[in-house]
C-alpha cells in the first residue's frame, strides 16, 4: 500500500503522521512448509525493485516486538530495514516500526 491508501491501522497510520510518501508492507505469509526456501526475501527484493521505480524512497512495516517475534526482526533486519519507533498498545502489544530507504 502507498501513504494514500484508504487503511485505518494504528501502525499504517503512524507512519502515514511521520512520511509524506511511503510504501507500507502490512504482512507476509509464508507457509511454514515454505520456510527457509527463500520466498520472502525473494518478495521483498521484487517490492524494493518495483516500489524504486515507482519513485518511492522507502518501504516500511512493523514487527511485533511484545509479544516478541525474533525471527522477523532477524530477518528485516538482515534485509537492511533499520528501526525507527516504536509503539505500545493495550493490551500489552508492543510493534517495533521499521524503514528500508531504497
Not at 10 to 23: E, G, Q
Not at 63 to 80: I, M, Y
Amino acid at each position: 500500500m502507498d501513504q494514500d491508501s484508504d487503511y485505518h491501522s494504528p501502525n499504517f497510520l503512524w507512519f502515514k503522521a511521520r512520511f509524506d510518501r511511503f510504501a507500507y508492507v502490512d504482512r507476509i505469509v509464508i507457509a511454514a512448509s515454505a520456510h527457509g526456501k527463500g520466498l520472502g526475501r525473494a518478495l521483498y527484493e521484487r517490492m524494493f525493485a518495483d516500489a524504486k521505480a515507482a519513485g518511492f524512497e522507502r518501504i516500511v512495516a512493523e514487527v511485533n516486538a511484545v509479544p516478541p517475534n525474533p525471527t522477523s526482526l532477524a530477518f528485516h533486519e538482515r534485509l537492511g530495514f533499520a528501526a525507527i519507533g516504536e509503539q505500545a498498545f493495550d493490551g500489552g502489544k508492543t510493534v517495533r516500526y521499521f524503514e528500508r530507504a531504497l
